[in-house]
């Protein structure tokens, strides 16, 4: 099913004012990323880029109902890219610098937003 974030998403969504594609910024909370991203940081997110691009190393934004917890953004790191031979689609391996495992589930077409980047001060 459709995420309930999707619709916040498609709202907030901007042009670059550089080159035009579509763009969605946040600003970071908690600790995961540390020391890579602090709490407050700022990222920008392709939503133009294609999950099928995404490279080890990446950081990548996506939402995600983990833990239990009320679906929320997240933006990792990529550590693995894998196929499921199930589905035959591209899973991306994701976890916060700061944590020590993985993340439990992984980013798909589905709930995979874009590409991220930091926003310099």
Avoid: C
């Avoid at 020391?35 to 995600?64: F, H």
């Avoid at 929320?72 to 391996?93: C, D, F, M, Q």
């Avoid at 700061?98 to 001060?121: C, H, M, Q, Y």
């Amino acid at each position: 099913g459709s995420l309930k974030r999707q619709g916040d998403l498609a709202a907030r969504i901007r042009p670059d004012p550089v080159d035009g594609r579509k763009i969605f910024r946040l600003t970071v909370r908690g600790n995961s990323m540390r020391p890579e991203l602090k709490d407050g940081d700022r990222v920008v997110v392709d939503v133009d880029s294609d999950i099928g691009r995404a490279k080890v190393g990446q950081w990548v934004t996506y939402i995600m109902n983990q833990d239990g917890r009320q679906e929320a953004y997240y933006t990792h790191k990529i550590v693995a890219i894998v196929g499921n031979p199930w589905t035959g689609r591209t899973e991306l391996v994701t976890r916060g610098v700061n944590n020590p495992r993985n993340d439990l589930a992984r980013v798909t077409k589905e709930n995979f937003i874009g590409i991220s980047r930091k926003v310099e001060p």
